[in-house]
C-alpha cells in the first residue's frame, strides 16, 4: 500500500522547534493577514449539511447556521458554515527550500462525519514557476496516488503567483496572480474539514471566472452552470445522463477569468469525491479519503494550461496512422458473415476504413482470449485478407477471467492461479463476481506488478490466434452485474458504508459503494478498493500496451472506457455507451473538449449512437461531426438494426464517404497535432476559447471546435435543421471551406467575422480554415496504406499581415521510438511578404523522399498576381482569381527546402 505519513520526523522536529517553552518561529518571506468577520453572501454560504434530509436541529449539532433562503429559491444551502469555522494557525508559516509549512489546529469542537484531527499540516510546494502544489493532512498514514508530480526542488526566482496567508477568522491561502493583481483562489472561507472520511476544501474564484472541466459526466454546457451544481466521481458502468457519474475520473478544472486569462487546478485523489460549484463564483472540493492534493497551473493562455497539466502527468504518445482513420464496429454482428457483409458494404460505396473491430460476440461464450469456433471459425482467416487490402483489426477484452471452465483447459484462469493475480477479500479468498461469461469471474489485480507480467502474457499469445493490431479494454471501472461479492455481499464496514457519500449515481443507496461494482473493503496490492476503484482501468492500461507492443511490434493502439489522471500516457477512449439521439450528438463536443483538455487527446463517440435505433437523418449528421473527432468510430448494440453506412445506402453512404473523404485528406495535418500534443501538449481538438480567450462570444459556444488552432468545424446538431449559426471570431480573417474539398473547383471565399446563420443542407457540414495558417493535405484514399502514398498540396490562408505559418510531422506511422531514433521529418513552413518558404528541421523519414507536393493553394492575397518563381526558376501553371492563387501540377520535393515568391 502506497502510504504518506506526514512528513514523519521533519514535521515532528519543527514542532518541537517550534513550541519549545515560548518560542514561536518567525518567517519573514510569508505574507500573512488577518480578516474581519462578515455577513456571509447568500452565494457564498458553504453547505454544511451536504448529505440529504437537512433539518435545524441537525444542523445545530454541526454547529452550523440555520437560515432559509428567502424567495425565489436558488438552490443556496439553508446550513452552511458560520465565520471562523475550520482551523487556525500554530504560530507563522516556516520556510522551506520550495516553500512553506505550516502547522493548523482545529477551532471547532463539533464534528460532521466522524471524528475530525485536531492537528493538520498545510504544505506550499512552489515547484515552477508556473506550477504550485497545496498539500493537506494530518499525522495519520493515509493514501496517496501514486503519480508523481515532483517539485525543482528550490524556489522559482521569478513565480507567477504570489501567496497569502489569512490567519483569522480561519485559516485561507490566497493565490494571487502577479501580471494582473487578481487573486484567483482564495480558501479563507469557513469549511474546512480533514476527517478520515470526510475532507473539504471551499474556495472562491475570481469574479466574472467561467469554469470548464471536472468529469467524467454528461455535461449540457461547456462552461459549466454555477448555481449550486453539484458533480461527483466515482468510476461506473453508466452511459451518459446528466450529473450521473460515469467511467472514468478527472478532478480537473480549468478557469477562465474576465480577463481572458486561465488557470487549471487538479484535485490528485483518487476517492469517491465532488465539486459543489458556487455562484460566488466558487466551489467546495470534497472527497472521502486520502489527503488533499491540489496542483494549480497558471497558464496564462488555456493552451498552455494544457501543455503545463500534460507535462506534469503525461502525454498521448504519438499514434498509428492508421488509428486515425475510420474504423467500423458493432455489438451484435454475431457471426462472420455479417461482420464480412458490413466490410462488403463500405468496399460497394468506396467509404474510407481503416480499421474492422469485433465486440465480445466474436469470443467463445464471452471468455477473454477466445474466438467462437461456431461463428466465427473464419475470422483469422479474414483478418489476414483484411490486411492484405491495408485494413487493421482490433477486437475487445474485458478485465475478469471466467471460473467456470474445466481444470487446465483455460490457460488465462489457470495461469492466474499460478500467479495469484486476483483481487481478495479481506478474508484472503478472491472476490467473485458477475459479467458476461455464463460462470463468474474473478477480478485481476491490475495494480500487482506480477499481474502486469501475466496480463501481459496472456495479450501477447494472444496474438497467436488473432493477428489484432490494437486492443479496447472495456467493462473497467470496475463493473460487475451483482453487488461486491456474489456469496458473501459486502461486510458493514464504514469502508463499504462511508459516512458520507457523495452524490454518486447508486441504483440501490443501501448497495453503498459496491453499486454495480466491488466492495470498498476488497484488497488490492496498492491499497483497499476504497481508495483504488478509481484507478483500475489506469492500472490495466500500461500492461495491455505494452502487451499490444510486445505481439506486434509496431505502436498498437489500445481504447479504454475507464479512465483516470495519466491514462493519456498509454490508451484512447471513447465517450461510451451513448444514445442514438440529437442530444448525445451535441454532447459528445463537450466530452471531445473536455479530454483533450484531460491530456487523452484520441477520443470520439459512438458515430450514430450505441444504445437504440438511429436514423438516416441523424446517422448522417453523426458522421460528418464524427469525421472531425479525432477517433472515428462507428459502434452500436446488440438486437439493434446495422448502422454503417453502407447499410442505409444513399445519400447516408455519401454522405459519410465525402466526410471522410475530407478527414482522409486532412490527415497529414491531423497527424501534426497528434505530433505537436506529444512534443509540446497541446490539444488535438479545442473550443473556440482557446484560442481567442478575450473574446466573450466564445466562452458559452460548445457546439463549434477546432482541430488545432487553424481548422474550425460547424456541425448541425439539431434534427430537421437545414441551416446553422455560426460564430466567427472579429479577431481573424476566415475563409469557408465548406465546398473546397468536394467541389472540382476548389470553392473557398472569405467569411465575415462575427455571427451568421449559413444554409446547412444534408449533405453540408461547415469547414473554416484561419487566416494566417498553412495547413498540409494528401489526396484521400480508401485507407491510409493509400493515401500516405498519394501527393501532398499546401493549403495557406493569410491574415491581416499577408502572413502564414504551420509545420508538417511525418514517418512511417507505426514503428515505436520514431522521435527518439531520429526516423521521422519536421518541416516548418511559413509564408511572409509574397515569399513562400518550407525549412526543413529534421530529414529521417525514407518514405517522404518518393512524394512530393503537387498543388499549393494561397488564399487571401489581397493584390493581383502576375508572376510566380518557384526555386529561383519562373513557374507558368499558375491561376489567379479574386485573391486565391492556384499553383498547379507541381512537384515539389517534400523533404527538401524550397521557395516560391508569387508578385
Not at 7 to 23: K, N
Not at 128 to 136: A, D, G
Not at 355 to 383: C, K, N, Y
Request: proline letters at 6%.
Amino acid at each position: 500500500m502506497r502510504l504518506i505519513s506526514s512528513f514523519g520526523l521533519l514535521l515532528f522536529l519543527l514542532h518541537v522547534a517550534g513550541s519549545h517553552g515560548d518560542c514561536i518561529l518567525q518567517n519573514s518571506i510569508a505574507n500573512v493577514i488577518k480578516l474581519e468577520k462578515k455577513v456571509t453572501k447568500v452565494e457564498e454560504r458553504i453547505d454544511c449539511h451536504p448529505d440529504p434530509n437537512a433539518t435545524p436541529e441537525k444542523c445545530a449539532q454541526r454547529g452550523c447556521t440555520w437560515e432559509p433562503e428567502e424567495e425565489p429559491l436558488t438552490g443556496a444551502p439553508w446550513c452552511f458554515y458560520p465565520p471562523g469555522y475550520g482551523y487556525n494557525m500554530i504560530g507563522q508559516p516556516v520556510d522551506t527550500k520550495d516553500g512553506f509549512l505550516i502547522h493548523l489546529r482545529r477551532s471547532s469542537s463539533d464534528f460532521m462525519f466522524g471524528e475530525e484531527s485536531q492537528d493538520i499540516w498545510v504544505q506550499i510546494e512552489m515547484q515552477k514557476e508556473y506550477r504550485l502544489r497545496i498539500k493537506i493532512s494530518d499525522d495519520k498514514q493515509r493514501f496517496k496516488v501514486p503519480i508523481d508530480i515532483v517539485s525543482d526542488g528550490v524556489r522559482p526566482e521569478n513565480p507567477l503567483y504570489d501567496i497569502t496567508f489569512t490567519e483569522s477568522p480561519n485559516f485561507g491561502i490566497r493565490v494571487t496572480r502577479k501580471s494582473s493583481q487578481e487573486i484567483i483562489l482564495d480558501t479563507s472561507l469557513p469549511g474546512l474539514v480533514f476527517s478520515d472520511q470526510f475532507i473539504q476544501l471551499p474556495m472562491t474564484l475570481p469574479e466574472g471566472s467561467d469554469v470548464y472541466g471536472w468529469g467524467e459526466n454528461e455535461q449540457h454546457t461547456f462552461a459549466h452552470d454555477m448555481n449550486w451544481k453539484t458533480w461527483a466521481l466515482y468510476g461506473r458502468d453508466q452511459p451518459p445522463d446528466g450529473a450521473a457519474n460515469m467511467y472514468g475520473v478527472h478532478p480537473r478544472i480549468t478557469v477562465l477569468d474576465k480577463n481572458g486569462m486561465t488557470y487549471g487546478i487538479l484535485f490528485l485523489n483518487s476517492a469517491a469525491q465532488e465539486i459543489t460549484l458556487t455562484p460566488a463564483p466558487g466551489l467546495t472540493y470534497r472527497t472521502i479519503s486520502g489527503i488533499l492534493d491540489m496542483y494549480i497551473f497558471m497558464g496564462e493562455g488555456p493552451e498552455e494550461v494544457v501543455e503545463q497539466y500534460t507535462e506534469a502527468i503525461g502525454r498521448f504518445p504519438i499514434p498509428p496512422y492508421w488509428s486515425l482513420g475510420f474504423h467500423l464496429c458493432r455489438y451484435g454482428y454475431d457471426n462472420l458473415e455479417n461482420m464480412v457483409a458490413a466490410r462488403e458494404r463500405m468496399e460497394e460505396f468506396k467509404i474510407p476504413q481503416d480499421a474492422q473491430w469485433g465486440d465480445i460476440d466474436i469470443m467463445e461464450r464471452a471468455l477473454d482470449f477466445t474466438v467462437s469456433q461456431d461463428r466465427f471459425g473464419g475470422l483469422p482467416e479474414f483478418v489476414d485478407d483484411l490486411k492484405t487490402n491495408g485494413i487493421k483489426f482490433v477486437t475487445i477484452l474485458d478485465p475478469c477471467i471466467s471460473i467456470g471452465e474445466a481444470n487446465c483447459t483455460y490457460r488465462p484462469f489457470d495461469l492466474g492461479e499460478q500467479f495469484d493475480v486476483w483481487v481478495k477479500k479481506p478474508n484472503g479468498g478472491p472476490v467473485v463476481g458477475k459479467v458476461w461469461p455464463n460462470d463468474p469471474v474473478y477480478f485481476p489485480d491490475y495494480t500487482n506488478p506480477r499481474t502486469h507480467l501475466w496480463w501481459t502474457l496472456l495479450v501477447t499469445e494472444f496474438h497467436d490466434t488473432i493477428a489484432y493490431d490494437g486492443l479496447w479494454i472495456d467493462m473497467n471501472e470496475p463493473s460487475n452485474f451483482v453487488t461486491g461479492d456474489m456469496n458473501d455481499g459486502c461486510e458493514a464496514r464504514n469502508v463499504n458504508f462511508p459516512p458520507y457519500l457523495p452524490s454518486i449515481r447508486l441504483d440501490d443507496r443501501n448497495h453503498g459503494l459496491a453499486d454495480k461494482s466491488l466492495c470498498g473493503d476488497a484488497q488490492h496490492h496498492l491499497g483497499q478498493h476504497y481508495d483504488v476503484h478509481n484507478m483500475f482501468g489506469w492500472s490495466q492500461s500500461k500492461p495491455t500496451l505494452d502487451g499490444v507492443r510486445e505481439a506486434t511490434g509496431k505502436r498498437g493502439l489500445v481504447l479504454s472506457r475507464s479512465t483516470f489522471v495519466g491514462s493519456g500516457n498509454w490508451v484512447a477512449h471513447w465517450l461510451g455507451d451513448n444514445f442514438s439521439n440529437w442530444a448525445n450528438l451535441k454532447y459528445s463536443i463537450i466530452g471531445m473538449l473536455q479530454f483533450n483538455q484531460f491530456g487523452i487527446p484520441m477520443v470520439g463517440a459512438d458515430i450514430c449512437g450505441f444504445i437504440g435505433e438511429t436514423n438516416e437523418e441523424l446517422c448522417a449528421r453523426w458522421h460528418q461531426l464524427g469525421a472531425f473527432y479525432p477517433f472515428s468510430r462507428n459502434h452500436n448494440t446488440l438486437g439493434a438494426t446495422d448502422q454503417d453506412p453502407g447499410f442505409f445506402g444513399d445519400p447516408v453512404a455519401s454522405i459519410a464517404r465525402e466526410a471522410l473523404n475530407i478527414r482522409y485528406t486532412l490527415l497529414p495535418y491531423l497527424y501534426t497535432l497528434f505530433y505537436m500534443h506529444f512534443k509540446e501538449g497541446r490539444t488535438v481538438a479545442r473550443p473556440l476559447w482557446h484560442e481567442f480567450p478575450t473574446d466573450n462570444q466564445t466562452r458559452t459556444i460548445d457546439d463549434q471546435f477546432l482541430w488545432g488552432a487553424d481548422l474550425l468545424i460547424s456541425p448541425v446538431v439539431q434534427e430537421g435543421a437545414r441551416s446553422r449559426e455560426i460564430y466567427l471570431p472579429v479577431a481573424a480573417r476566415w475563409f469557408s471551406l465548406t465546398s473546397f474539398f468536394n467541389s472540382n473547383n476548389s470553392t473557398w471565399f472569405e467569411s465575415e467575422g462575427g455571427f451568421s446563420r449559413v444554409d446547412a443542407p444534408l449533405d453540408v457540414i461547415h469547414i473554416h480554415q484561419r487566416g494566417g495558417s498553412i495547413i498540409p493535405l494528401q489526396k484521400p484514399g480508401l485507407n491510409t496504406q493509400q493515401s500516405r502514398k498519394n501527393g501532398f498540396e499546401l493549403l495557406v490562408a493569410l491574415d491581416e499581415d499577408e502572413a502564414g505559418n504551420g509545420k508538417l510531422f511525418f514517418d512511417d506511422g507505426d514503428t515505436i521510438d520514431t522521435l527518439e531514433h531520429g526516423e521521422y521529418f519536421l518541416g516548418k513552413l511559413e509564408l511572409f511578404d509574397k515569399t513562400l518558404r518550407m525549412m526543413v528541421e529534421h530529414d529521417g523519414s525514407p518514405e517522404l523522399r518518393f512524394l512530393s507536393i503537387n498543388r499549393i493553394v494561397i488564399f487571401g492575397i489581397k493584390e493581383p498576381v502576375t508572376a510566380v518563381i518557384v526555386n529561383g526558376n519562373p513557374y507558368n501553371d499558375w491561376e489567379y482569381s479574386e485573391g486565391g492563387l492556384f499553383l498547379n501540377n507541381m512537384d515539389i520535393a517534400v523533404n527538401d527546402n524550397f521557395e516560391i515568391i508569387f508578385s
